[in-house]
């Protein structure tokens, strides 16, 4: 009897908590203020109902957002990733993740324990979320995604805090050199890239060349 009441009110306590290692679509509904966290934005093709749509345009193939939420999830911290609605306007959506992110700073997080992270459309997304949290300056990470983000039409978009881009060698998206000189008041700027051939494709799946150093970032201190 002891036991199966021991065993009922372990399980209340572990409903009523979010438990590190756990992957969200939105924020938990109880915030840990000593843990991290980590929000993931998706490519562009990923936009709508089809977790594993498959390019054929530029032969990328199947993008397979399950399987990359799976390896970016860690038990040092809570993954948040959403899948966005088709046609998702970009600054509405920052200006989502820039609420969140307040939330959880509001709720006694630490800024440096959030890292809000993004592959091509879902790196812009990232990087205008960065620039809202200019005061924050939580941690940035920017997955070959450079493109718009240096853009002359977005010469004020800027990243703060530490900063993290990784990009294949063979994607014309190319490097965030040029990110890296107008944003001035980063904390940190590291730039990895990964040799694999597959070009933009490389971040469709979970390889270990870039969720490897990803998370060894991340959960590495920040002060």
């Known amino acids: 009897m002891i ?9 209340l306590f572990i409903s009523g908590h979010s438990i ?33 749509p498959v390019d054929t345009r530029f032969g990328w193939g199947m993008y397979d957002f399950p399987a990359i939420k799976q390896a970016l999830a860690d038990s040092h911290y809570h993954l948040i990733a959403q899948h966005r609605a088709k046609d998702t306007d970009p600054f509405e959506y920052a200006y989502t993740l820039n609420t969140q992110v307040r939330t959880l700073v509001e709720q006694g997080v630490k800024p440096t324990n959030i890292t809000i992270m993004g592959f091509s459309r879902g790196a812009f997304i990232t990087g205008l979320t960065s620039d809202k949290l200019s005061d924050l300056g939580v941690n940035t990470i920017i997955l070959a995604g450079c493109g718009r983000l240096v853009w002359k ?9 530490h900063v993290l881009s990784v990009y294949e060698k063979t994607d014309k998206s190319g490097s965030c050199e040029k990110l890296a000189k107008k944003s001035t008041e980063t904390q940190s700027f590291r730039e990895i890239a990964i040799h694999t051939g597959l070009s933009h494709g490389a971040f469709y799946r979970p390889l270990a060349a870039w969720v490897d150093p990803v998370k060894a970032w991340i959960n590495a201190a920040k002060e």
């Open 3 to 11: 036991r199966l009441i021991t065993s009922a009110v372990l399980a």
């Open 20 to 52: 590190a290692g756990q992957v969200y679509a939105d924020l938990p509904t109880n915030i840990d203020r000593n843990a991290k966290y980590v929000f993931y934005s998706h490519g562009y093709i990923v936009e709508g109902d089809n977790p594993k």
């Open 153 to 161: 039409k977005h010469t004020d978009v800027k990243v703060y805090g």
